[in-house]
């Protein structure tokens, strides 16, 4: 490809341009230096002569404004490098040419013109690169590298301290002639536009986006003395209106702090840190520091790395042309770089904390005015009504395109002629000549939405609601806490006479009639306007309060009133977000009509306070007998309820009788509480029937109550991620139509017994949780797509409960401790589900062809096989039996002939049902609580030891639960062989004193869910019984490793075994 060729306005013989623009596109290779422009003829000539010299082909020359260079058709991108001042000049001229554009940072002397800048070049479609290169200092890349490995967790706090030393002569007591323009704030090239400037891009670029800020800025240094080029006063001075010292703090979007302090004009004395930079995580730290000369450029110098306390080596930068090359090169590979849009972020920063220092009063050595970041202004209740009147005049299609679609659809009716402006809400209307847009659901805050319904109120508009219930209690703030307001709150306005003020001041308005210009719509007419479109409106997303707000509330006392929601007719789907949903009026009418719920961050404790008692509360309202303030409920006991309760065992399902009745747990007593009011007031049938979606996510919710399910029948999609929940909800039973649960992001650690909760679920996302076995997920036979990402499975052969599955389609595994522990688990994974006959997507990919070349069974042979027409009843494993001695009669079946004398699980019955019987293969029965060795016997010779066991005297024992299957196929228990079986040949694949291999041990584990301890048998002696004990207590060691006493202690769980006494003896 051939080189991009490059002009370069402001490229002399000296200066930062040929200091470190112009070696970087010498060295590029992807570039070519193809001219240059300045002021003067003169200076042109020679840089094009020095430049030609050393690119080694003729550099034209252009002098004047930047019209010459930008019109030139050799030139392919053109490269500004001014002072900050005329960027804006330059760069318009340059991208109105229709060149890609690169611009030295500030960009623009502000944000204005930046915002201009970026405008041009997104209209005439060119590309734009910033001289924002500390993003490429091997340092942050570096560091960069450290945080993706996510090695010190999630980052809490990051805290910098940097200084720009005097004898740099900028910014301080000093300041070189050519340099003067640094002294003026709006000059572009202040402290705050280039050291904090190139510092904070480096900050955003690794930590994420700001969301508030805190600014202190200070002037130590307002009379600055001006030099000459050899450093010498020239008894010149200068007044500067830069701030010499910023110190703020702020909040980063993902929750962490973040605290700076840049100083300019002191002293570089001895052993004084130039730069420091702390990055703490949950799991370890991050230090940059540099004592070097002005090393807070980190564009142009790399600090030293530490990480928890140790050096990182990396190759550091060897000049300032080093990460200009890198961005450079960035941008001709397609790779990421700095553009217009990302300096426009930064700019904007930076213009909140200069608006700051404007407020500074003159000549005061320093001054601490803290604001929120974006900086904003209140806005007039007039003005926002008409702003949010014209946004849904624009996009009233879109908006109309936000609810869910109904399945089947009508011809399109002809096109009304009304026009929309006489029609307001024809987006509703049959109008569908063109393609419909794309959705936007209606968005806005509890405040600005109280204050449309009390202005629509006020002018007499019906069906806005009450707007007099009090809440006492929300768990959420009702309105934005700014904790530096200081305005006099003792003389407040009560509504009554709020509404009679709003009333006064909208009398007020001047006809636009007078400044001679069309006369808008009236302040009535827009609000009912806006009451139409509330009325029409299909989906709205309502979140907390923000710093912006409406003039005349802006005083007024917080807000304790709830928020109707009776002009909203025709919702179909409700996003709150941030607020408390019992601060809401209305559930009883949503309930009707709402098909996609989602409620994040409410603090909620008990979701039946929505689902039921505000469905409830809101319909007594309604009817005049319920009292009009609404309450928090809490339910009782609750609040002293443990979030970390153990997660229960459920009991093991009797295949004899799954197919014929529904198991039954036995009874535990319910950590959960439940509220009455169901009982007492139960709902009618039709509230929530239409609810399709259903999202609680990140609600800190440790419980799931049932009463609510029962009235959410009609789900088909459930979001309860980001929760504290320990384990599935048993009430998720009650959803019979649910086909889609998140329970990602909680504190899962069993899915034991799920298939006894959900029955036909299709996607199942269990990730970020602390799952060590997936043991029950094989039962689960409607299953398509399951996650299991960043668990703590640590065996591979987990996985391969899945395969069964005949549906499965899609696993995600990655994150799990085995990914890292084998290298070619996704090898083993794939063959899983190969000898299943099955091709699957693993973490989102099919296996490649060098994965196929190592698996060791291809899935036409695998179908060729003597499985037969029934895939699950492949190559079942050997059955341990681990329990020590059982009594026969335990074991006793009837004749095989009989019904229900085999075993079988429920997912091969379910499977094989309407084929005909096959005969039953012999299966090796291996018992390890024999004296010293392992009896192996065939499956035919135990029903017959089995079979002459039932003659024997003696009833048969009380079993109260079956032997259960929750292996990868079907893994069960047997009791030991009769004492005269006589031992295997030589010649069997498990010879008496022949180790299992490793993967053989994986599939013969016992899980918590298989292993039972035996049932009272004959009566023992004390030591037989030690022996079987201790003989147990090896097994499990050997198989299960340093979980063993986890499946131990689930064991005993109402078993009759062996007394826990003889453990001591």
Same mark, same amino acid.
């Given at each position: 490809m051939s080189p991009i060729k490059v002009g370069v306005v402001g490229l002399s013989s000296t200066g930062w341009a040929a200091s470190a623009l112009a070696p970087g596109l010498l060295n590029a290779p992807s570039f070519s230096l193809?001219?240059?422009?300045?002021?003067?003829?003169?200076?042109?000539?020679?840089?094009?002569?020095?430049?030609? %010299?050393? /690119?080694?082909?003729?550099?034209?020359?252009?002098?004047?404004?930047?019209?010459?260079? /930008?019109?030139?058709?050799?030139?392919?991108?053109?490269?500004?490098?001014?002072?900050?001042?005329?960027?804006?000049a330059v760069a318009l001229a340059v991208i109105e040419a229709g060149k890609d554009v690169f611009i030295?940072?500030? %960009?623009?002397?502000?944000?204005?013109?930046?915002?201009?800048?970026?405008?041009?070049?997104?209209?005439?479609?060119?590309?734009?690169?910033?001289?924002?290169?500390?993003?490429?200092?091997?340092?942050?890349?570096? &560091?960069?590298?450290?945080?993706?490995?996510? &090695?010190?967790?999630?980052?809490?706090?990051?805290?910098?301290?940097?200084?720009?030393?005097r004898e740099l002569n900028v910014w301080g007591p000093t300041v070189t002639e050519r340099n003067l323009y640094f002294t003026d704030i709006n000059g572009g090239a202040t402290l705050l536009d280039i050291g904090v400037g190139h510092l904070f891009d480096a900050v955003t670029h690794l930590l994420g986006d700001l969301a508030t800020v805190s600014a202190t800025t200070a002037q130590h240094y307002p009379i600055v003395t001006v030099l000459d080029d050899e450093q010498k006063p020239t008894g010149k001075t200068v007044n500067a209106s830069a701030p010499d010292q910023i110190a703020f703090n702020g909040l980063f979007k993902s929750g962490a702090i973040s605290s700076a302090i840049f100083c300019a004009g002191l002293p570089a004395t001895q052993g004084r840190k130039h730069f420091l930079w702390e990055i703490d995580g949950e799991e370890g730290s991050i230090r940059m520091e540099s004592d070097e000369f002005a090393s807070l450029f980190v564009n142009v110098k790399d600090p030293k790395v530490y990480l928890n306390g140790e050096l990182v080596e990396f190759e550091a930068v060897t000049g300032p042309a080093t990460n200009l090359t890198s961005a450079w090169e960035a941008f001709a590979k397609g790779e990421a770089y700095p553009t217009l849009e990302d300096a426009l972020k930064t700019r904007r920063l930076l213009e909140g904390i200069k608006q700051i220092d404007q407020l500074r009063p003159a000549n005061t050595p320093q001054t601490c005015t803290p604001t929120k970041f974006p900086l904003m202004e209140h806005e007039a209740g007039d003005d926002y009504i008409r702003r949010i009147a014209s946004f849904i005049r624009i996009n009233e299609r879109a908006l109309g395109e936000a609810g869910i679609p109904l399945r089947r659809r009508g011809p399109p009716p002809k096109p009304a002629s009304a026009p929309s402006s006489l029609n307001p809400m024809a987006w509703f209307g049959p109008e569908r000549n063109s393609p419909p847009p794309k959705p936007i659901k209606f968005a806005i805050d509890t405040h600005h939405l109280f204050y449309l319904l009390m202005r629509m109120e006020d002018g007499g508009i019906d069906g806005?609601?009450?707007?007099? @219930?009090?809440?006492?209690?929300?768990?959420?703030?009702?309105?934005?806490?700014?904790?530096?307001?200081?305005?006099?709150?003792?003389?407040?306005?009560?509504?009554?006479?709020?509404? =009679?003020?709003? =009333? *006064?001041?909208?009398?007020?308005?001047?006809? /636009?009639?007078?400044?001679?210009?069309?006369?808008?719509?009236?302040?009535? *007419?827009?609000?009912?306007?806006?009451? =139409?479109?509330?009325?029409?409106?299909?989906?709205?997303?309502?979140?907390?309060?923000?710093?912006?707000?409406?003039?005349?509330?802006?005083?007024?006392?917080?807000?304790?009133?709830?928020?109707?929601?009776?002009?909203?007719?025709?919702?179909?789907v409700f996003e709150c977000a941030d607020i408390d949903p019992r601060t809401v009026l209305g559930w009883d009418r949503l309930s009707d009509g709402l098909r996609s719920l989602t409620i994040k961050r409410s603090g909620l404790e008990d979701v039946s306070d929505i689902f039921i008692g505000a469905v409830l509360d809101d319909h007594g309202r309604r009817e005049g007998t319920t009292s009009r303030s609404r309450s928090r409920r809490v339910s009782p006991g609750h609040a002293q309820q443990s979030s970390v309760y153990s997660t229960r065992l459920p009991e093991t399902v009797p295949e004899a009788n799954e197919d014929s009745a529904p198991p039954t747990p036995h009874p535990d007593p319910d950590p959960i509480p439940h509220s009455d009011e169901p009982a007492a007031h139960p709902l009618p049938d039709h509230k929530w029937s239409a609810l399709r979606y259903l999202s609680l996510s990140d609600n800190s919710l440790t419980f799931l109550p049932t009463d609510p399910l029962a009235y959410l029948s009609s789900v088909s999609s459930l979001d309860l991620s980001s929760n504290l929940l320990v384990s599935v909800p048993p009430g998720l039973s009650a959803l019979h139509s649910l086909s889609s649960?998140?329970?990602?992001?909680?504190?899962?650690?069993?899915?034991?017994?799920?298939?006894?909760?959900?029955?036909?679920?299709?996607?199942?996302?269990?990730?970020?949780?602390?799952?060590?076995?997936?043991?029950?997920?094989?039962?689960?036979?409607?299953?398509?797509?399951?996650?299991?990402?960043?668990?703590?499975?640590?065996?591979?052969?987990?996985?391969?409960?899945?395969? @069964?599955?005949?549906?499965?389609?899609?696993?995600?595994?990655?994150?799990?401790?085995?990914?890292?522990?084998?290298?070619?688990?996704?090898?083993?994974?794939?063959?899983?589900?190969?000898?299943?006959?099955?091709?699957?997507?693993?973490?989102?990919?099919?296996?490649?062809?060098?994965?196929?070349?190592?698996?060791?069974?291809?899935?036409?042979?695998?179908?060729? =096989?003597?499985?037969?027409?029934?895939?699950?009843?492949?190559?079942?494993?050997?059955? @341990?039996?681990?329990?020590?001695?059982?009594?026969?009669?335990?074991?006793?079946?009837?004749?095989?002939?009989?019904?229900?004398?085999?075993?079988?699980?429920?997912?091969?019955?379910?499977?094989?049902?309407?084929?005909?019987?096959?005969?039953?293969?012999?299966?090796?029965?291996?018992?390890?609580?024999?004296?010293?060795?392992? *009896?192996?016997?065939?499956?035919?010779e135990?029903?017959?030891?089995?079979?002459? %066991? &039932?003659?024997?005297?003696?009833?048969?024992?009380?079993?109260?639960?079956?032997?259960?299957?929750?292996?990868?196929?079907?893994?069960?228990?047997?009791?030991?062989?009769?004492?005269?079986?006589?031992?295997?040949?030589?010649?069997?694949?498990?010879?008496?004193?022949?180790?299992?291999?490793?993967?053989?041990a994986r599939r013969n584990r016992v899980s918590a869910s298989v292993f039972e301890p035996p049932t009272a048998g004959p009566v023992m002696s004390s030591e037989a019984n030690a022996e079987a004990y201790r003989r147990r207590i090896e097994a499990l060691q050997n198989d299960m490793g340093e979980g063993w006493l986890k499946v131990f202690s689930q064991g005993q769980m109402g078993s009759p075994g062996v007394s826990p006494g003889v453990a001591s003896g």
């Open positions: 193809t001219a240059v422009s300045t002021t003067s003829a003169a200076s042109a000539e020679a840089s094009a002569q020095k430049y030609s %010299a050393l /690119a080694g082909h003729p550099v034209k020359s252009f002098h004047g404004d930047a019209s010459g260079i /930008a019109n030139d058709k050799d030139v392919d991108l053109v490269a500004v490098s001014v002072k900050a001042p005329a960027h804006r030295e940072w500030p %960009a623009g002397a502000n944000a204005t013109e930046t915002a201009e800048i970026a405008a041009a070049a997104k209209a005439k479609g060119v590309k734009s690169i910033v001289g924002l290169q500390g993003r490429q200092a091997p340092s942050v890349k570096k &560091v960069k590298e450290i945080l993706e490995s996510g &090695v010190i967790g999630k980052v809490r706090s990051s805290s910098i301290i940097a200084l720009c030393p806005v609601g009450t707007l007099d @219930v009090k809440v006492d209690n929300p768990s959420k703030p009702m309105n934005y806490i700014n904790i530096f307001r200081d305005s006099d709150k003792s003389d407040t306005l009560s509504m009554a006479s709020f509404r =009679s003020t709003l =009333s *006064a001041v909208s009398g007020l308005s001047l006809g /636009a009639a007078w400044w001679g210009r069309p006369e808008p719509p009236s302040i009535n *007419a827009e609000l009912k306007y806006l009451f =139409s479109c509330f009325t029409k409106i299909p989906a709205l997303v309502l979140s907390s309060p923000g710093p912006k707000m409406v003039k005349e509330l802006a005083n007024e006392p917080p807000n304790e009133n709830c928020l109707p929601l009776e002009a909203f007719r025709s919702l179909q649960l998140n329970l990602s992001d909680n504190m899962i650690d069993s899915v034991l017994g799920i298939y006894t909760h959900l029955g036909q679920i299709l996607s199942l996302n269990l990730a970020r949780n602390r799952l060590e076995s997936i043991c029950g997920l094989e039962r689960l036979l409607a299953l398509e797509r399951v996650d299991l990402r960043h668990n703590i499975i640590d065996d591979p052969a987990e996985v391969s409960r899945l395969a @069964v599955l005949p549906n499965i389609s899609d696993v995600w595994i990655e994150g799990n401790p085995f990914c890292e522990l084998d290298d070619a688990y996704r090898v083993m994974c794939f063959e899983y589900f190969w000898k299943e006959g099955k091709s699957i997507a693993l973490d989102g990919s099919a296996p490649g062809l060098i994965e196929k070349r190592g698996l060791s069974v291809r899935p036409d042979e695998q179908m060729s =096989s003597s499985r037969g027409s029934v895939r699950m009843k492949a190559n079942s494993p050997p059955v @341990v039996a681990v329990g020590g001695a059982r009594s026969p009669a335990l074991n006793a079946s009837p004749d095989s002939s009989q019904p229900g004398s085999r075993n079988d699980s429920p997912l091969l019955a379910a499977v094989g049902a309407k084929e005909k019987e096959r005969k039953k293969k012999n299966k090796r029965i291996v018992d390890l609580s024999g004296p010293g060795h392992r *009896a192996v016997r065939s499956e035919a135990g029903s017959a030891a089995e079979g002459a %066991a &039932v003659a024997g005297p003696g009833p048969r024992p009380a079993v109260h639960r079956a032997r259960p299957s929750h292996g990868r196929h079907r893994s069960e228990f047997s009791s030991p062989p009769p004492s005269g079986l006589s031992p295997p040949s030589p010649s069997s694949p498990l010879a008496p004193g022949e180790p299992l291999s490793r993967s053989a």
